[in-house]
């Protein structure tokens, strides 16, 4: 019998709740923008990276309202770090840069999608893409 997922914390589970209150970290994010965010108990939203030429999914990260203001207004791909608890660019120490062609926001509001141009990989581990381990998929159930 499948165990059911876990509920997502920090997101309201009825549409029509208000966004999660704005997180804690000054932002300079455009408050018209900032009002259609849904983000977590950490004030974070999810933001899914993909080559703006192919399409291709290379990363996801997280963005705060300050993130996301630096992202839209230097076109530098500027992401929060939970581990680290501060800001980063990337491309900033590695050299593997992430030029910002478009960012929508999905729409419950809770994920971003960053279109960039990449240089060099986007993954820490050297890899053009995060995504590179394929897991094994046996159901047989075919869809129509």
Sequence with gaps: MPVPDPPVTGVPSD???????AP?????????IAAQLRRTAD???AAVVRAHDSGEVLMVAWMDDEALHRTL??????YWSRSRREYWVKGATSGHHQYVRSVALDCDGDALLVSVDQVGAACHTGH??????ELPVTGTEAHS
Excluded: M
């Design 15 to 21: 549409p029509n709740e208000l966004a999660a209150p």
């Design 24 to 32: 804690a970290r000054p932002s300079r994010l455009d408050p018209a």
């Design 43 to 45: 004030g974070l939203v």
């Design 73 to 78: 207004t230097t076109g530098r791909a500027t």
């Design 128 to 133: 053009r893409t995060c995504f590179f381990t």
